[in-house]
């Protein structure tokens, strides 16, 4: 099966005042259901008060992303799907929940992941 990622820049979801709760849980309900479907890989958000680092292989950290690199911000999760046709049921199921568009990309192939 592949490996899919499903996406959404943080500008991207605008909640209604008083509806966090409402699209927090609608979220959650959606991971649930892709853990019960046994395709649940990993899910999370940014913690967009850390600022991210670049680290060389001799350890040296610098601050910042590659220049020219946009900072990933917002939301992901990562299934695994039979079919680009399945990534795109569960991508407008999170869509419906996180009420925006969701950005749907696919892992390339490999044995040893």
């Not at 649930?32 to 046994?38: H, L, N, P, S, V």
């Not at 610098?62 to 917002?74: D, S």
Request: net charge negative; aromatic share 8%; proline share 7%.
């Amino acid at each position: 099966m592949t490996k899919y990622l499903i996406s959404f820049p943080s500008e991207a979801m605008v909640i209604p005042e008083g509806q966090f709760q409402a699209v927090a849980d609608a979220a959650h309900a959606v991971i649930e259901e892709a853990k019960a479907a046994g395709v649940y890989v990993f899910g999370g958000g940014i913690n967009e008060d850390v600022k991210p680092v670049r680290v060389a292989g001799d350890g040296k950290v610098e601050r910042g992303t590659y220049p020219g690199h946009n900072v990933p911000n917002g939301g992901y999760t990562i299934l695994e799907l039979p079919s680009r046709d399945d990534a795109v049921e569960w991508a407008a199921k999170i869509a419906v929940a996180c009420r925006c568009p969701q950005e749907l990309r696919e892992f390339q192939y490999d044995p040893a992941s």
